[in-house]
């Protein structure tokens, strides 16, 4: 595999104003590509720090054609041929969405466990709270109205075999191999297309899993097998089985669209090693991710997470909080002195597992969530059901019929029917219309003051989202700059931002806005995440936890020289919780391990973060502790963006920049009002409006509300000043 190398010409992300390569000098370009409910978004940055941003469809089932035509439509613009481009790519790094549809629509392969003979049916009992763990109310106090999901593994396809590890790892029954060859031709004969195998502390000693592997591979070459002790070596019986179950369940499907992407990249003429976002932040290669294409669910959020780290940091801003409002979801993501907040525990359908990612909240609240009314209160509600791509808002005339957020935006004046999408797209105002004015008559209400209903419930869902996602860790979104990103985000951070009393927004980069999570994967450092249990208590030794810590940074380090990579980076962590407890806490530590003294503070900032997640004077100081699992984030550099700073401020609006006033919809002064638009991509570091007024680039508008202010700053972004 070629090595990878910093190119000291990329540096840091992109600013509207760099200047082109020079003549003559070979151009490079780094690529991000993202897929979405709605659209599929590509990013490309040329060595010099210009950015070129690109929009297409999205393609389901396929999305491979989505994401090639977002690809074409980028070359196109920088005045190249694909396969022209292609063979000037330094890096392509994409995220994709192939796991999380084949979850959400059920459409994963038929998969077959084997596990210890007599805990069969650990993965059918879950945890007895039929998914919920306690942390939505509203589902714990109606506990008699709910029902475990669907089994994602059948009973037929549970096979136990007689074997067992101790937790010390010690072999108390040896593998019988006679019932394990009977398990896997049972569970080939009733249809599986995928195997996945979890046994009792297999994690303390793998060997009786990869026993078994071996046999799989032996007897259906090429049949995808997921061991526990590969993807989470974790103790947790239930969620250990529910990972290896679903990375077995969504890996066909992932694994042979990988494939197909890297060999139609390959042919086109990237020599490179595609790199592929993972949800812990940062990419893998493509192999990897065939082996754990888990790692790929909630990777096109995380990326918008990974971007505005990079430019947090330029700019200074230590707290974060990340808003993505797209086509069909509303992600939220928090930066806390400088460092992502990260989860360790995953929630898809109810299934709880276990996986290292980056913490995002996500609702269903984008610019297709869908308006309805309860029929039975006659109150107005915003989705969380979408449009998506297709048939999409009416005004997309695709064949939509129900009012969307992307409706009442365009009804309200926020948008431009004529201008839309750089003007490609044309929407019909009048049905938009239409639709809501039919919609309004039911409630009560004019067609503006409908349109106004659908935009604040929406609003208002996405502030009670933040809460959620900053209150309940422990953070005041009063401490933080909002990031608002995604082809819609812009358009509403002004309002949903006010009620959090947040003073600042930033629309990061102006155009490139729209398709930040793209820019994001453009953005990111390979990055592996390494994991091992073992508990020991209090008072801690500093040699055993550093031979912990040892043995997770060699393996570390082994990944990265097989990605190519010469140099890492590493950050150590531990999960502590009180003796006899099961609530955990990661607690970083600094440089290469502990000593004595440093231990001392380790027991510190554990009872400091504990007590910021569940309250002053909830731990017990007094207790013993237990260091439960270890952990080593290894990452490694590769080409990143640039950014070109602004020499100098400018406060003169360019003449061009103001385009034609229209009337637009405002809730409060509850009219219309003439109001002044601006071209976003003429706008200059310096330039400074004041609300009312709309501000529209390429693939997205800001949204400045009365007694708000919007100025360019330094690094190109838009910020948004949002007052009292």
């Known amino acids: 595999m070629p090595v990878i190398q910093r190119n000291e010409c990329w540096n840091e992300p992109p600013c509207p104003g760099a200047q082109r390569p020079e003549k003559g000098r070979t151009v490079e370009y780094l690529v991000g590509i993202d897929i979405g409910g709605t659209f599929t978004d590509c990013v490309v940055v040329d060595n010099s720090g210009n950015v070129t941003t690109a929009k297409a469809p999205s393609t389901p089932p396929d999305f491979s054609r989505g994401m090639f035509a977002a690809l074409e439509s980028a070359a196109e613009r920088l005045g190249l041929k694909l396969e022209a481009l292609a063979k000037q790519l330094a890096l392509v790094s994409h ?14 392969a038929t998969v077959g466990l084997i596990t210890t003979r007599g805990h069969e049916d650990c993965i059918h009992i879950m945890r007895g709270s039929r998914g919920y763990g306690g942390r939505d109310i509203r589902k714990v106090v109606h506990f008699s ?47 599986a297309k995928a195997i996945a ?42 969620e250990r089985t529910t990972a290896t179950v679903l990375n077995a369940y969504v890996g066909p499907a992932t694994a042979s669209y990988l494939k197909n992407i890297d060999e139609r990249l390959q042919a086109l003429g990237y020599r490179a090693p595609l790199q592929i976002t993972q949800c812990a932040g940062g990419t893998i290669s493509v192999a990897k991710a065939v082996e754990a294409p888990l790692l790929t669910l909630d990777s096109g959020p995380v990326s918008g997470v990974t971007g ?66 309860d029929e039975i209160t006659g109150t107005l509600h915003v989705g969380p059901d979408s449009a998506g791509a297709l048939p999409g808002p009416i005004c997309y005339r695709r064949g939509g019929t129900v009012p969307t957020v992307t409706d009442a935006d365009l009804l309200l004046g926020y948008l431009d029917p004529d201008t839309f999408a750089g003007g490609k797209m044309s929407l019909d105002l009048a049905a938009a219309a239409k639709a809501i004015d039919a919609m309004g008559r039911k409630l ?49 951070a002004g309002i949903f931002a006010r009620e959090l009393g947040i003073r600042k927004v930033v629309v990061p980069q102006r155009k490139t806005a729209s398709t930040w999570c793209a820019f994001g994967a453009a953005a990111a450092d390979i990055l592996h995440v390494y994991e091992k249990v073992d508990i020991m208590r209090s008072p801690f030794s500093a040699e055993a936890m550093n031979s912990a810590w040892r043995d997770l940074r060699e393996h570390a380090a082994a990944q990265l020289a097989r990605d190519g990579m010469r140099t890492g980076r590493y950050a150590l962590f531990v999960d502590i919780r009180h003796r006899g407890q099961i609530n955990e806490v990661e607690v ?19 009872f400091d973060r504990y007590e910021q997640l569940y309250g002053r004077g909830s731990s017990f100081r007094g207790a013993r502790l237990e260091a ?29 920049s103001l ?38 680039t390429l693939d997205t508008t800001v949204v400045v509300h009365p007694r708000q202010t919007l100025s360019v700053d330094q690094f190109g972004n838009f910020a948004l000043d949002i007052g009292g």
């Open 444 to 492: 009560g209400l004019s067609p503006d003051e409908t349109a106004a209903g659908i935009a604040k419930i929406a609003e208002f869902n996405m502030a009670d989202l933040i809460r959620r996602a900053t209150i309940e860790k422990g953070f005041d979104p009063r401490d933080f700059v909002l990031f608002a990103f995604g082809g819609a985000g812009p358009m509403h």
């Open 628 to 656: 439960v699992t270890f952990r080593c984030r290894a990452a490694a550099s590769t080409p990143n963006p640039r950014l070109t700073v602004a020499a100098k401020l400018t406060e003169a609006l360019a003449p061009d």
């Open 659 to 696: 385009r034609p006033e229209r009337a637009v919809y405002w809730a409060d002064p509850k009219r219309r009002l003439d109001t002044p638009v601006y071209d976003g991509d003429r706008l200059v570091p310096g330039n400074r409006i004041d609300g009312p007024a709309i501000v529209e």
């Open 308 to 373: 505005s780290m990079y430019l947090a940091e330029l700019m200074g801003e230590k707290n974060v909080i990340t808003t993505d409002m797209g086509g069909t979801s509303f992600d939220v993501g928090i930066i806390y002195r400088g460092e992502a907040a990260r989860s360790h525990l995953s929630t898809v359908n109810q299934y709880e597992y276990f996986l290292p990612k980056v913490d995002i909240q996500a609702i269903g609240a984008g610019g297709g969530s869908l308006a309805w009314i």
């Open 145 to 191: 109205e709910g029902r475990k999901p669907d089994p994602i593994v059948p009973r037929r396809l549970i096979a136990g075999v007689s074997e067992r590890v101790d937790c010390f790892g010690q072999v108390v029954v040896d593998l019988n191999v006679a019932e394990a060859e009977a398990a896997v031709d049972r569970l080939l004969a009733e249809g």
């Open 588 to 606: 970083p530590i600094a440089g290469d391990g502990v000593d004595d003294a440093s231990i001392e503070k380790l027991a510190v900032d554990f």
């Open 95 to 108: 995220g994709t969405t192939i796991g999380t549809n084949a979850l959400i629509t059920k459409r994963g």
């Open 197 to 238: 195998i979890c046994f009792l502390w297999s994690f303390k000693n793998p060997e009786h899993e990869r026993r078994v592997k071996a046999i799989v591979q032996q007897r259906a070459p090429g049949m995808f097998v997921t061991c526990s002790s590969e993807l989470v070596p974790k103790w947790g019986e239930y």
